[in-house]
């Protein structure tokens, strides 16, 4: 469909093949969209395939679904506000930069699908407010920004995975896409690139919170460290523990691509 318009398959215009050339289990990335999808956090879907070009077996392939306009109206039921791409340029952790836009887009925040009319003006506001606003209206002014407890929950899918290269990643900020809905200053954080997880039975789950501005000051607050670990406690009992959902659906997701890798 990028080179033939109105193609579709499965009622999708887009689809983008991933190569896991970083996670050669193959399980990370699809096991991590399932658990933030059933914890009710946007994500993309995702399934295996065989790729052939000219009848030859390149390998196998995850598919996964991209984050554009049919997925915001799957989702979110619109796609009229404005979406942006983080791309990892350098450590970063929510620190203001100053009121330039430009100092934070399109470099880290590339738009995706913002209207003509839209300008980074936003990002700057939300930045700025995660850094300045005072201990006492922290929360309250923040939150016309970002949901906060639908951002512990996205953070406690995170650290239950033990992702590395998150929003608390190792190098800074990384692998999420954000979304400002039409007529509002409020965003929605959409995972994103989840090969990385799983690396550590160890991860802490206050993993780099210290680091980022956002997080550091979230929990200054009881109430909203009561909120994460809250979440935290949801996100494993979905899990389910030993034979729980989620190994069963490592066990599926082995069966299913098993033999395309050893072909691979």
Same mark, same amino acid.
Request: hydrophobic letters at 40%.
């Given at each position: 469909?990028?080179?033939?318009?109105?193609?579709?398959?499965?009622?999708?215009?887009?689809?983008? *093949?991933?190569? #896991? /050339?970083?996670?050669?289990?193959?399980?990370?990335?699809?096991?991590? &969209?399932?658990?933030? $999808?059933? &914890?009710? @956090?946007?994500?993309?879907?995702?399934?295996?395939?065989?790729?052939?070009?000219?009848?030859?077996?390149?390998?196998?392939?995850?598919?996964?679904?991209?984050?554009?306009?049919?997925?915001?109206?799957?989702?979110?039921?619109?796609?009229?506000?404005?979406?942006?791409?983080?791309? !990892? /340029?350098?450590?970063?952790?929510?620190?203001?930069?100053?009121?330039?836009?430009?100092?934070?887009?399109?470099?880290?925040?590339?738009?995706? #699908?913002?209207?003509?009319?839209?300008?980074?003006?936003?990002? /700057?506001? @939300?930045?700025?407010?995660?850094?300045?606003?005072?201990?006492?209206?922290?929360?309250?002014?923040?939150?016309?920004?970002?949901?906060?407890?639908?951002?512990?929950?996205?953070?406690?899918?995170?650290?239950?995975?033990?992702?590395?290269?998150? @929003?608390?990643?190792?190098?800074?900020? %990384?692998?999420?896409?954000?979304?400002?809905?039409?007529?509002?200053? $409020?965003?929605?954080?959409?995972? !994103?690139?989840?090969?990385?997880?799983?690396?550590?039975?160890?991860?802490?789950? !206050?993993? %780099?919170?210290?680091?980022? /501005?956002?997080? $550091?000051?979230?929990?200054?607050?009881?109430?909203?460290?009561? @909120?994460?670990?809250?979440?935290?406690? &949801?996100?494993?009992?979905?899990?389910?523990?030993?034979?729980? !959902? *989620?190994?069963?659906?490592?066990?599926?997701?082995?069966?299913?691509?098993?033999?395309?890798?050893?072909?691979?």
């Amino acid at each position: 469909a990028q080179y033939v318009q109105g193609q579709q398959f499965l009622g999708l215009d887009e689809l983008r *093949l991933k190569n #896991s /050339v970083q996670d050669p289990s193959e399980l990370r990335e699809r096991l991590s &969209m399932l658990m933030f $999808r059933r &914890m009710n @956090v946007p994500a993309p879907r995702e399934s295996y395939a065989r790729l052939f070009v000219n009848d030859e077996y390149l390998g196998l392939y995850m598919v996964t679904e991209e984050i554009n306009e049919q997925f915001m109206d799957r989702v979110f039921q619109e796609h009229a506000g404005c979406h942006y791409n983080y791309n !990892w /340029v350098e450590e970063y952790h929510f620190e203001y930069l100053g009121d330039d836009p430009a100092l934070y887009a399109p470099a880290m925040f590339e738009p995706k #699908s913002c209207p003509a009319s839209t300008d980074p003006a936003a990002i /700057v506001d @939300v930045i700025r407010t995660i850094n300045q606003a005072s201990d006492d209206a922290f929360i309250a002014e923040t939150s016309g920004f970002v949901d906060l407890n639908l951002f512990l929950k996205y953070l406690a899918v995170e650290n239950f995975i033990a992702d590395a290269d998150g @929003v608390l990643g190792y190098a800074g900020m %990384n692998n999420f896409h954000l979304y400002r809905f039409s007529g509002t200053e $409020r965003f929605q954080f959409i995972a !994103w690139d989840k090969n990385d997880t799983f690396y550590d039975a160890h991860h802490s789950i !206050w993993y %780099n919170s210290d680091l980022n /501005v956002l997080t $550091r000051r979230i929990f200054q607050y009881p109430e909203l460290s009561a @909120v994460y670990q809250d979440a935290l406690r &949801m996100t494993a009992l979905e899990a389910g523990g030993v034979g729980g !959902w *989620l190994e069963q659906e490592l066990d599926r997701a082995y069966t299913q691509m098993h033999q395309a890798a050893l072909d691979d």
